[in-house]
T-cell receptor
Framework: GAGVSQSPSNKVTEKGKDVELRCDPI?????LYWYRQRLGQGLEFLIY????????KSGLPSDRFSAERTGESVSTLTIQRTQQEDSAVYLC????????????FGSGTQLSVL | AQKVTQAQTEISVVEKEDVTLDCVYE???????LFWYKQPPSGELVFLIR??????QNEISGRYSWNFQKSTSSFNFTITASQVVDSAVYFC??????????????FGSGTRLLVRP
């Protein structure tokens, strides 16, 4: 597609439920990032995929968070047993495989945990 | 470990004023890249500029200019003659290459700029 696509754009869930957030990167982009942005806060790094290398999971806040990516395509971020503090905008970004590549961001998924 | 600090949480200026957004970074590497991104009220982040650690030339693009100083580990962003449309959150970011050739982009906490008419 023309840009990074994220779905759903909004997700409301009850505490304790599992959620899946999807990201479709720009075709051909080997790098894919997930960030979390709480209301009025900065971007918190969660996880980074680069081609077929092992992902950098150093930013995942707990074992309730996991992410998968199939090859260089779609990625899914899963949050199990959601808590109210998980409420935030989850942003996905993709880029080429060079360290100086700029990121292209999706519009994000607004997650609200009631 | 890499770290980016944007000490100014929020800045408010009147239209046509000049404003400088500060960014200080920490890295142990000699090769790294610095970025600025803009997040307008619509929410989608937009790339503004990239600078590598070997290029300390300042850059000007229209009303925007960037001052990179390795000696103070700073990469400050100045908007000249600010406009209401400049109102947004601005993020500074750092990407460094690790020993295993991996890298990741880390963002500062952002500075919210409000330009009043």
């Amino acid at each position: 597609g023309a840009g990074v696509s994220q779905s759903p754009s909004n997700k409301v869930t009850e505490k304790g439920k599992d959620v899946e957030l999807r990201c479709d990167p720009i075709s051909g982009h080997t790098a894919l990032y997930w960030y979390r942005q709480r209301l009025g806060q900065g971007l918190e790094f969660l996880i980074y995929f680069q081609g077929n290398s092992a992902p950098d999971k150093s930013g995942l806040p707990s074992d309730r968070f996991s992410a998968e990516r199939t090859g260089e395509s779609v990625s899914t971020l899963t949050i199990q047993r959601t808590q109210q503090e998980d409420s935030a905008v989850y942003l996905c970004a993709s880029s080429g495989d060079r360290v100086d590549e700029k990121l292209f961001f999706g519009s994000g998924t607004q997650l609200s945990v009631l | 470990a890499q770290k980016v600090t944007q000490a100014q949480t929020e800045i408010s200026v009147v239209e046509k004023e000049d404003v400088t957004l500060d960014c200080v970074y920490e890295t142990r590497d000699t090769t790294y890249y610095l970025f600025w991104y803009k997040q307008p009220p619509s929410g989608e982040l937009v790339f503004l500029i990239r600078r590598n650690s070997f290029d300390e030339q300042n850059e000007i693009s229209g009303r925007y200019s960037w001052n990179f100083q390795k000696s103070t580990s700073s990469f400050n962003f100045t908007i000249t003659a600010s406009q209401v449309v400049d109102s947004a959150v601005y993020f500074c970011a750092l990407s460094e290459i690790h020993s295993d050739s991996s890298y990741k982009l880390i963002f500062g906490s952002g500075t919210r700029l409000l330009v009043r008419p």
